[in-house]
């Protein structure tokens, strides 16, 4: 079965990944791996350390695309060119740039959108605005012009919210149904669930369809069960899987997903085509 993993990152992107042996960072990313019921070695994302090791990871796992996500957060910046550079020379990876309207001003932070998807060819924007200095909701008015490009450019959005959001006042989806309602064919992926507000979430998806949940590492954890009722019934068309890997072995997380009980008849839909229609892949 074709396979998207929608949050799937290598070891060696940040040393926040685990990319630094020894570092509190990498055993933080070994204890966040057991924290969300990963069943290897704590230290099973070494194979990533390489971009030699990633790329065999990503094909032995199965997987049709690994999609690498970007952020760019006062606290954390990973390079969009560099992110280019990891992935364009393989077939297998999309990469999903970061942009920051508060940090670098919202006509620069439009002119990086169009650097990305022209020069670059990555396949969507990532923007955290719980991560923002002041924190902010994706309601914030700093966004909108963002969000009114990349519905014109056709370009996916992502969001990243769940219970590492610095403040978690801002890990809220109610914010994000004014998003979909303001702007109705911009895709919105919601990177970790805002886990734990999960039926909070399904309940916006339930009423705007341009809204994608990826429960992501989150969906295995209690508290998340409503991902896996929802992607049966209504939900079937927006749901999406994501391994959250270097936190959560690839192949593991295939495994769980598929474990939850879909029927089988929508099953390619999850874990593959509704990621396919995104992207245009």
């Known amino acids: ?151 014109q450019k056709k370009i996916p959005l992502t969001l990243m919210s769940g219970p590492t959001t610095p403040d978690l006042t801002y890990n809220d989806p109610s914010h994000l149904a004014k998003v979909a309602r303001e702007f109705p064919t911009l895709p919105i992926i919601c990177y970790h669930g805002y886990y734990p507000n999960t039926n909070q979430l399904v309940g916006v998806a339930f009423k705007y369809d341009n809204v994608f949940p990826v429960p992501d590492m989150y969906g295995f954890l209690a508290g998340s069960e409503v991902f896996a009722k929802a992607g049966n019934t209504f939900l079937q068309d927006q749901l999406l899987f994501g391994s959250s890997y270097p936190f959560r072995p690839i192949k593991q997380s295939i495994e769980d997903f598929i474990a939850f009980g879909f029927e089988e008849s929508i099953l390619e839909k999850l874990l593959y085509k509704n990621a396919a229609r995104i992207f245009g892949v």
């Open 1 to 151: 079965m074709k396979v998207i993993d929608m949050r799937c990152r290598p070891a060696y992107l940040h040393e926040f990944f685990g990319a630094v042996v020894g570092s509190k960072a990498h055993e933080g990313a070994k204890w966040l791996s057991k924290r969300v019921g990963t069943r290897a070695p704590a230290d099973h994302f070494e194979t990533s350390l390489t971009k030699e090791g990633f790329v065999a990871e990503v094909k032995n796992s199965g997987l049709s695309y690994a999609v690498v996500v970007g952020r760019r957060t006062p606290s954390q910046q990973i390079s969009n060119d560099f992110l280019h550079e990891i992935t364009n020379p393989h077939k297998e990876l999309l990469a999903i740039g970061g942009v920051d309207p508060a940090l670098d001003g919202i006509d620069e932070a439009i002119k990086e959108i169009d650097r990305v998807r022209d020069t670059l060819g990555l396949a969507g924007i990532n923007i955290e605005p719980g991560f923002a200095e002041p924190p902010r909701h994706p309601d914030d008015k700093i966004y909108f012009p963002i969000y009114e490009h990349l519905a």
